[in-house]
């Protein structure tokens, strides 16, 4: 009987590899992420809405994550709408999936994002004749569109990034001039915090940004979340996103989380973690396939990464790749078309160098 089956499954790996054209995924022989760091934080992934029709993601998935995030599909553009009249009204088709699969598959789900200048659409911030809301037109639109989104999420979405990117380091007072600031004023980020908390009392909420490793920006943020925490502002986190690059210096990281976590109360979600293999956002020459080495430099920054994840697990409750496999990476398109490969699973769903120095991060 054994041997049947032993027969037959070689039959099938066969039969799929002469009929896809390449290997198929064998996440049964290797280790599982969620697992490995059990004990030390939840690993999320960022995703778009198509990989729930498509089984290899899936079973990819469902072996590695234990959390996850939309990786655009609860943004304010992708659930406000607004009718002919100018009525708001609110589209949950596409977001309600990602609860039902995490709940299906036993995953936490984080909730990406509710404040932000980006992908929310400039009419939000307008009345109907294209002028720009009152700041208490604006707070209580603010108002309830929290209450909306979190409340019905509330108990199945465990953390939400309620203000996301609201520093520039270039301003006088470090906060950026978005729309949300020139509305409100810049106590918009405590009011999103205060709504988020009445409309899920559980939920954990987040302050969330990039480059928060650099000195000038982290100092900022650090300002400013320890301030809220001191006024009693319902903020339980620094989200730090970590789209990072092969030159960008990991001992950095390391002192903004010790930094970081000397807030007292505060916790830290590594939220969107990916490394380019470049070393910087507009490289001189662009690979057709990853040389061997760049691998291995990138395998070898990413040890190091979760070697100071794993050293501050005090703080660290959760860290999310943004992303599933190299060719879904936002980095593919964001700064023109262009080859990267920042994650840890490559096109064809096969464990990379990276892969491996982050599972034997933790025998250190
Ligand atoms: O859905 C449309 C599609 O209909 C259209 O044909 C296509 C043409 O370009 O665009 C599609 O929308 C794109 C969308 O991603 C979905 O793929 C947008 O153009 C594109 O701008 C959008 O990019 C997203 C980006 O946020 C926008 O700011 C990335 O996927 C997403 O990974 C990225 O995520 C952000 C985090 O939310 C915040 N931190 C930085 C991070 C990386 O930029």
């Keep these: 009987m054994k041997k049947l089956i032993f027969a037959i499954t070689l039959l099938l790996i066969v039969f799929t590899v002469i009929i896809k054209g390449g290997p198929q995924p064998m996440s049964s022989q290797i280790p599982s992420l969620k697992d490995v760091f059990l004990q030390d934080f939840k690993i999320g992934v960022a995703l778009p809405v198509r990989v729930f029709s498509n089984s290899m993601d899936v079973e990819l998935i469902t072996k590695h994550f234990n959390s996850m995030t939309a990786e655009n599909e609860m943004k304010p553009e992708s659930i406000l709408r607004r009718d002919a009249s100018g009525k708001i009204y609110y589209d949950f088709t596409v977001a309600d999936r990602y609860i039902e699969f995490a709940q299906k598959h036993g995953m936490v789900v984080r909730g990406h994002t509710l404040v932000w200048h980006s992908q929310t659409p400039e009419w939000f911030f307008k009345d109907e004749k294209g002028n720009l809301l009152s700041r208490e037109a604006m707070i209580e639109r603010m108002r309830e569109y929290i209450h909306t989104v979190v409340g019905r999420y509330r108990g199945k979405v465990y953390a939400w990034d309620v203000v996301n990117e609201a520093v520039d380091e270039n301003q006088p007072d470090g906060l950026r001039r978005s729309l949300w600031y020139q509305v409100i004023g810049p106590d918009y980020i405590e009011l999103a915090f205060k709504f988020a908390h009445e409309a899920d009392p559980d939920a ?161």
Excluded: C
């Design 204 to 364: 954990l909420l987040f302050y969330n940004d990039y480059n928060e490793f650099f000195p000038k920006k982290r100092d900022i943020i650090f300002k400013l979340v320890k301030e809220m925490r001191e006024k009693g502002v319902p903020i339980h986190g620094i989200g730090m996103q970590q789209h990072l690059t092969l030159a960008d210096n990991v001992g950095w990281i390391d002192i903004a989380i010790q930094k970081f976590k000397t807030i007292s109360g505060i916790q830290i979600h590594i939220t969107e973690l990916d490394v380019s293999v470049y070393k910087s956002r507009s490289p001189s020459i662009i690979y057709q396939t990853p040389p061997l080495e760049v691998l291995k430099e990138q395998a070898e920054f990413y040890r190091k990464l979760f070697e100071i994840y794993r050293k501050h697990t005090d703080v660290i409750t959760n860290v999310t790749f943004w992303g599933l496999k190299d060719d879904y990476s936002w980095l593919r398109f964001f700064f023109g078309r262009r080859n990267d490969w920042p994650l840890l699973f490559d096109e064809n769903y096969q464990p990379k160098p990276a892969f491996w120095s982050v599972i034997e991060s933790v025998s250190k």
